[in-house]
């Protein structure tokens, strides 16, 4: 055993438990010189967390001076160390005394960058991922601390991020949650995109659709107004809810999606039964989610996240609360004291809700939440005087600064409400209650409302929430994931325009349709018109493999679908040619080309056909589909459907931005699945 082993062990046996956690000091190890006699083995091997301990007790006690031996021996151990748990434990110390870290500076910064961008070549070799992504948590928790500079981090981790594919799985499963909060504090650094790219593993599309959805989130709270908001929040909730769909067991998904149905619920007309089914959902969430966390280590970068969900948590229970009394039935003839407490604490509830930052989310309680609290009293006049009498008489009440607060926002928006000329703040109590009949109706729900009871108005708001509660848990998660990536995509295109981006969204979810049929299709469904689809027969005779069906299957799929009257085949004289399929909405139209491929069906190989496609579109909006018949698969099989869909853009000499044309791979000729195997290594 090395001596300064002995020394430890002799350390650890007479230390009390605060300092076994504080680490020693280097007169434990017997003083400044036998510690950099050792600091080759200390740097090394297992005890390199020691090593940074002692270094930041000399430090503390010495001052920089003394200490430089010291953070050479340090730096060595970071640059060098190859055990993983050794690395772990060194980064954790190192995390913890932000002083040492900026003493020991940029040289710092540049080893953990370096063992980062080694870890990118590591290949099979576990540990030297393993240490990469460790020093990448290092540097998010020095770079929120302050001591790292943010702008060489964020660089490397989109570089790390570029292909995913290729860095080992124990690896990039850990970096969705750095890249998450790292957007959190540096929304404009382009990170979001390193996150969507994450969405293609597997093993890292869950995390990553998480830390996108709490992106989504912070995004919603930053609106100032109460519709904008509500449809970003509706937004972010249906993200979760594919999160949830694809696994059930993610605690922390239920918990903000619970937190939002409360939030969002809190208008609705059947407020009561919403509120409280969301808030009896989080509070049984919330046990299990802590007794996970219990179980597990938190890092540093980890504990606001903790401090958001009892934020949130806190909020619904408040909205739980103040729901009991918003019914327009609620006479609150008993408890008086206790009704306006309730609803007090969910009016001023500002500081509780923030996402992943320091900064209070104030905007949604005060957007979301002190609006419907203050509807409830105006839809009532005897409910003013009640709080008026309470004011006045309730010492308790009048010396509370959330009522005084509450009563002073009544009357300026009772004044606002005489005023002719400001209808528009008549509606806004309306709009929050049937949220989503006045998204449908737009400038027609005014008039809608002031005509229809409301009885009726809350019938129809409760069957729209009812559809879209229908279809969210049969919403296909990779599908919904699919369509996110592909619109965020044409979302970028100047063309994106009313009138252009709803109809081609049509065409393009319906021609994915199409592609989801032709990849289940079996060996004797479709009769003749999916011959194509198939190598052989069970008689084993050759399959009818053409052009023209395939062309002509597709076309069938669009005259059965709300297309069929819009849809013409095979036009001529179209910019020179001819088009296998062009839709017409009108004015726009969009054109799908039809073409097989037998030798190379790869993305690379495939672009030779998109141009062709562009060209047809050079007198509309630019965006069209190619069909491609991927006739190449043999041994190995058909590769996925969701692998097989993706955007290219033509560019061309003359044009300011480039057609974009959504190519959709389709397997034809596909043996008996019984029969493949893997393609050889």
């Known amino acids: 055993?090395?001596?300064?082993?002995?020394?430890?062990?002799?350390?650890?046996?007479?230390?009390?438990?605060?300092?076994?956690?504080?680490?020693?000091?280097?007169?434990?190890?017997?003083?400044?010189?036998?510690?950099?006699?050792?600091?080759?083995?200390?740097?090394?091997?297992?005890?390199?967390?020691?090593?940074?301990?002692?270094?930041?007790?000399?430090?503390?006690?010495?001052?920089?001076?003394?200490?430089?031996?010291?953070?050479?021996?340090?730096?060595?151990?970071?640059?060098?160390?190859?055990?993983?748990?050794?690395?772990?434990?060194?980064?954790?110390?190192?995390?913890?005394?932000?002083?040492?870290?900026?003493?020991?500076?940029?040289?710092?910064?540049?080893?953990?960058?370096?063992?980062?961008?080694?870890?990118?070549?590591?290949?099979?070799?576990?540990?030297?991922?393993?240490?990469?992504?460790?020093?990448?948590?290092?540097?998010?928790?020095?770079?929120?601390?302050?001591?790292?500079?943010?702008?060489?981090?964020?660089?490397?981790?989109?570089?790390?991020?570029?292909?995913?594919?290729?860095?080992?799985?124990?690896?990039?499963?850990?970096?969705?949650?750095?890249?998450?909060?790292?957007?959190?504090?540096?929304?404009?650094?382009?990170?979001?995109?390193?996150?969507?790219?994450?969405?293609?593993?597997?093993?890292?599309?869950r995390d990553a659709a998480f830390e996108l959805a709490l992106g989504d989130l912070r995004q919603a709270l930053e609106q100032d107004q109460y519709t904008p908001m509500a449809e970003q929040l509706r937004k972010t909730q249906d993200r979760l809810a594919e999160l949830i769909t694809l696994d059930p067991d993610r605690l922390d998904a239920q918990l903000y999606h619970a937190a939002l149905e409360a939030i969002l619920g809190l208008s609705a007309p059947d407020a009561l039964t919403r509120v409280r089914t969301a808030a009896s959902i989080l509070r049984d969430t919330l046990h299990r989610y802590r007794d996970y966390r219990y179980r597990t280590r938190t890092p540093a970068w980890g504990r606001p996240r903790q401090n958001d969900v009892t934020a949130w948590s806190e909020l619904t229970v408040m909205l739980d609360g103040a729901a009991t009394h918003l019914e327009d039935d609620d006479p609150w003839y008993e408890g008086g004291h206790d009704i306006l407490t309730a609803l007090f604490r969910a009016y001023t509830a500002h500081n509780t809700v923030a996402v992943l930052t320091d900064t209070p989310a104030a905007a949604a309680v005060e957007t979301l939440v002190a609006p419907v609290i203050e509807d409830a009293f105006l839809q009532h006049e005897h409910r003013q005087r009640f709080l008026q009498h309470a004011l006045a008489h309730d010492k308790e009440i009048r010396d509370d600064p959330a009522a005084q607060q509450l009563l002073a926002s009544l009357l300026s928006r009772t004044k606002s409400r005489g005023n002719p000329s400001d209808q528009q703040?008549?509606?806004?109590?309306?709009?929050?209650?049937?949220?989503?009949?006045?998204?449908?109706?737009?400038?027609?729900?005014?008039?809608?409302?002031?005509?229809?009871?409301?009885?009726?108005?809350?019938?129809?708001?409760?069957?729209?929430?009812?559809?879209?509660d229908v279809l969210a848990p049969i919403a296909d998660p990779k599908y919904g994931r699919l369509k996110a990536r592909l619109l965020t995509q044409l979302e970028g295109s100047r063309d994106w325009l009313p009138g252009i981006a709803h109809e081609f969204t049509v065409l393009l979810e319906t021609t994915i349709r199409f592609a989801y049929l032709c990849y289940d299709v079996g060996r004797k469904m479709g009769g003749s018109y999916t011959e194509y689809l198939r190598k052989r027969d069970k008689d084993q005779k050759k399959q009818k493999v053409d052009e023209a069906l395939f062309h002509q299957h597709y076309r069938e799929v669009l005259q059965f679908s709300a297309l069929f009257g819009v849809i013409n085949s095979e036009v001529i004289d179209k910019a020179g040619g001819r088009t296998d399929i062009l839709v017409s909405f009108g004015a726009v139209q969009f054109n799908v080309e039809c073409k097989i491929e037998e030798d190379d069906a790869s993305e690379t190989a495939l672009r030779q056909y998109v141009a062709q496609a562009a060209e047809y579109q050079n007198a509309n909006a630019g965006f069209a589909i190619l069909l491609a018949l991927d006739k190449t698969v043999d041994a190995e099989g058909a590769a996925n459907l969701f692998d097989s869909i993706w955007i290219e853009p033509v560019q061309r000499v003359g044009e300011a931005e480039p057609c974009l044309v959504v190519t959709i791979r389709v397997p034809g000729g596909r043996e008996n699945p019984n029969l493949l195997r893997p393609a050889p290594a």
């Open 1 to 205: 055993m090395h001596v300064i082993d002995e020394r430890l062990a002799q350390w650890a046996a007479h230390a009390s438990r605060p300092q076994l956690r504080a680490g020693p000091a280097v007169v434990d190890l017997g003083g400044l010189d036998a510690v950099l006699a050792a600091a080759d083995h200390l740097a090394q091997g297992p005890f390199l967390h020691y090593l940074i301990q002692a270094t930041a007790h000399h430090l503390d006690a010495f001052g920089t001076e003394a200490c430089k031996p010291l953070y050479d021996a340090v730096l060595n151990g970071i640059r060098a160390n190859r055990n993983h748990a050794a690395f772990a434990s060194a980064t954790d110390v190192l995390a913890s005394r932000p002083s040492l870290a900026r003493e020991l500076g940029t040289p710092l910064t540049r080893v953990l960058l370096t063992r980062l961008q080694q870890a990118q070549d590591a290949d099979d070799d576990i540990v030297a991922a393993l240490i990469g992504v460790e020093a990448a948590d290092c540097l998010v928790q020095l770079t929120l601390s302050g001591v790292t500079k943010a702008a060489r981090l964020l660089g490397a981790m989109d570089e790390v991020t570029e292909d995913l594919a290729a860095l080992p799985e124990a690896m990039a499963t850990r970096l969705p949650r750095l890249l998450g909060v790292l957007d959190a504090h540096h929304p404009g650094a382009g990170l979001r995109e390193a996150l969507e790219r994450c969405l293609m593993l597997d093993h890292t599309c």
């Open 425 to 468: 703040a008549a509606d806004q109590g309306k709009a929050r209650r049937w949220q989503r009949l006045a998204h449908q109706l737009k400038d027609d729900f005014a008039a809608f409302a002031d005509q229809t009871p409301e009885h009726v108005l809350d019938r129809l708001e409760l069957g729209l929430r009812t559809h879209d």
